[in-house]
């Protein structure tokens, strides 16, 4: 069975910094694309970070450039992104998901398309 476990989220002050971790089972991130995209009631499902270890690719939604990083260590089959000088905007439930390959569902209009989803971890970010 394949598995994502998303871990990381909690409550920061703006300014603030977060590191949310999605540790996959049943795949290999060398195989797979690692996606995180969030969700709120107000704007719906958001695009965040993709990073893609087999042709060494990264991606971020414009709303996080400059802030957030996202990493692979490929030993502890996991994915990290570091998320820096939150802003409330940021307040969402994060998800990150998986897909064979690359990131090219990486978006708003094809999200479904990625295969594997983890649960949501909150991260509320207060002014």
């Known amino acids: 069975d394949v598995q994502l476990q998303a871990s990381g989220g909690g409550s920061v002050q703006a300014g603030g910094y977060l590191r949310l971790s999605c540790e996959a089972s049943g795949i290999s991130l060398n195989d797979y694309a690692i996606a995180w995209f969030r969700q709120t009631p107000e704007k719906g499902r958001e695009r965040v970070s993709c990073i893609s270890k087999s042709d060494g690719s990264t991606y971020y939604g414009d709303s996080v450039k400059g802030r957030f990083d996202i990493s692979g260590d490929s030993a502890k089959n996991t994915v990290t992104l570091q998320m820096n000088n939150l802003k409330p905007e940021d307040t969402a439930v994060y998800y990150c998901?998986?897909?064979?390959?690359?990131?090219?569902?990486?978006?708003?209009?094809?999200?479904?398309?990625?295969?594997?989803w983890g649960q949501g971890t909150q991260v509320t970010v207060s002014s």
């Open positions: 998901a998986a897909d064979l390959v690359t990131c090219a569902y990486f978006s708003v209009s094809t999200y479904f398309r990625f295969s594997y």
